[in-house]
Structure formats: C-alpha cells, structure tokens
C-alpha cells in the first residue's frame, strides 16, 4: 500500500512538472490514458515496447533476489544480440531453424556475459557492481568494433550489420504486434514458476533473506546465485535478441541504449516481484509510448521523460523510510 502510494505521488509530481513545463492537465490525460491506452495503435507500440522490458524488468528481479547487484544488464543485452547475428551472418543452420538458432545464441551470450561477473565475485569477491558497469564499456565498444569493421552492412555507411532476411525476423501474430509478447509473457511465468515453486526458488529465498544464515542452515549458496544470475543473464541476452531480431531488423549501434537503466527501474519498482516486475514494465512501455508523443507535440525533451523515471525511483525508495520506522510521539511524564 505504501509502495503504491509512493508511486501515485511520484506520478504527481511528474504531472506537475509537465504542467509547469507547459502541458495542461487534459492533455496529459489525453496523451498518456486516452490516445495511449485506447487507440488501437498506441497500445500496439506500448505493446511492441513491452515485450523487451519485461523480460529485462525479470533479469534484473533474478539477480536482485540473489543479493548479486546485477548493473550490467545492457552488456549482456549487447552479447545475446551479438550472438544472435552472428547466426544469420555466417547462416549458421538451415533457414528452417535460423530464427530458433539465434534465440538459442542469444540465451547462450547473455549467460556467459553474466558468468564473468559473478566468478569474480564467488572465487575473489570482487564487487559486482564495479564488474558489471566496467563489462558494459568492453561490450558496447567491441559492438562499434564490429559494425564499424566486418560487420557494416556494405551498402551503407552507417553503423549497423545488414537486414536480417525475413526468416531470422520474429513474426507478427497480428498487425503491429510480434512474437515477443508470447514470449515475454511465457518467460514471466517461468520465472514465476522458479521463484515460487522450484526448490531453487525456494533456496533463493533463504538466500534473499539472510546468505549467512541460508549457508549455516546447508543451503548450497553459492550455486544458487551461481545459478540465478546466469538464468538473469540469459534472460538478458534474450531481451539483446528480442529488440534486434523484433523491432531493428538487424544489428545497431544503439539498439540497447536505455534497456539497462529500464530493466533495473523496472525491478526495483516491483521489489523483485515477477508479477509486479511485468505490469510495471508494461506502464513504463506506456511512459516511453507517451514521452514520445509529447516531443513530437509539445517540445518536451526526453529527457523529460527520464526524469521522470527518476522522481519515481526516489520516491519508492523513500516511502522504505514509512516501511521500515514509524513515527510514534511520546509524552514525558511530568
């Protein structure tokens, strides 16, 4: 209840800055309730949006269930979809498998991203934080060394490998909406599933909880956040996939920016949950969706938008303040 306050009044604050930043309050309902959520092709593009954020949104909720600050989302991102063209570039497979191939690359990428970090932090304890922000520098410039060198698509100048063929693409299931949302929706319940009813979730909550305390009671807490932060990693990469074989087409320069501050957004605000991580990621998909139409129509800068995302993260992790202390007022006796 707290936490939904925290984001109402976050909300609040934003509708108020966006007033003062010269939309009027209707168009605000306008723009992100009425031309978002029930025109049929907003809520397609939110859709489209989605599909990428919640399974990023659940990597993230992986991870920080096991206490393993997993910031280089947008690095394994960048692997799974560096894997995933590399498949189509070099035609790996028959043209029958191609699509399956590269999810499978993807998945395979974003893990053994995600391996580097967490070795680092189970055999010489080094921060994963550090280690995970510094794999996302290595990641990002060797994409740019790929699609400035080999990669380039040799038609173009511009920095990205050539269009995917129409078999390597996922597939709409309808006008405007592909199979990605399928897919994300399947992945949130195998997640579900792995926190809530494998006996590794259930290790992963004593690990959530208390490592110490897991380990001292014969949890095995090392392959259990061994084992969570690959499957986040995976996920990742898959996400990397999801966008590059979904919406680009191919392999960009840019394809990623964004994603890994959104995935963490995205867990954060649904405190690990995977449930809350989806519908949260389907509201943030409406905030881009929105944020967009209000460059286009009012001026408004995205990085509007990102602030934004900002005042809501404060304000959920202030409202930990009202969770966690109450205010009581105590009378001295005379």
């Known amino acids: 209840m707290i936490i939904s306050s925290a984001l109402v009044f976050g909300l609040l604050i ?43 949104g659940l990597a993230g909720a992986l991870a920080f269930r096991a206490r393993f600050w997993n910031l280089g989302l947008e690095g394994q991102m960048i692997w799974g979809a560096i894997a995933a063209t590399a498949v189509s570039l070099f035609e790996i497979g028959p043209p029958s498998l191609r699509l399956v191939l590269m999810f499978i690359a993807a998945i395979i990428g974003g893990l053994m991203w995600a391996l580097v970090p967490v070795l680092l932090k189970l055999h010489l304890k080094v921060n994963e934080i550090i280690s995970t922000l510094m794999l996302n520098y290595i990641a990002v410039n060797f994409l740019l060394f790929l699609l400035y060198g080999s990669w380039k698509d040799p038609r173009d100048s511009f920095p990205y490998s050539p269009q995917f063929k129409s078999f390597e693409r996922l597939p709409n299931i309808f006008d405007g909406v592909n199979l990605a949302i399928p897919i994300a929706l399947v992945i949130a319940l195998l997640v579900l599933w792995f926190t809530r009813i494998s006996r590794a979730g259930l290790y992963l909550r004593f690990v959530d909880s ?76 409406t905030l881009f969706v929105g944020g967009r139409s209000l460059q286009v129509y009012y001026q408004i800068p995205f990085s509007m938008v990102q602030l934004i995302q900002a005042i809501l993260v404060i304000c959920v992790a202030s409202s930990d303040f009202f969770i966690r202390y109450r205010i009581r007022r105590i009378q001295s006796e005379a």
């Open 210 to 285: 208390s490592p110490g305390v897991a380990a001292a009671v014969g949890v095995p807490v090392q392959r259990v956040i061994l084992l969570t932060v690959l499957f986040s990693g995976a996920l990742a990469g898959l996400a990397g996939f999801m966008v590059s074989a979904g919406q680009e087409e191919r392999l960009t320069h840019s394809f990623y920016l964004g994603y890994g501050f959104s995935g963490i957004l995205i867990a954060f605000l649904a405190r690990n949950q995977p449930i809350a991580a989806t519908v949260v990621a389907v509201l943030v998909a």
């Open 14 to 56: 934003s509708a108020l800055i966006l007033v003062a930043a010269g939309v009027s309050a209707s168009d605000l309902f306008n723009e992100f309730v009425l031309y978002t959520l029930f025109d049929g092709q907003s809520l397609r593009a939110v859709l489209f949006q989605a599909a990428p954020l919640i399974v990023l």
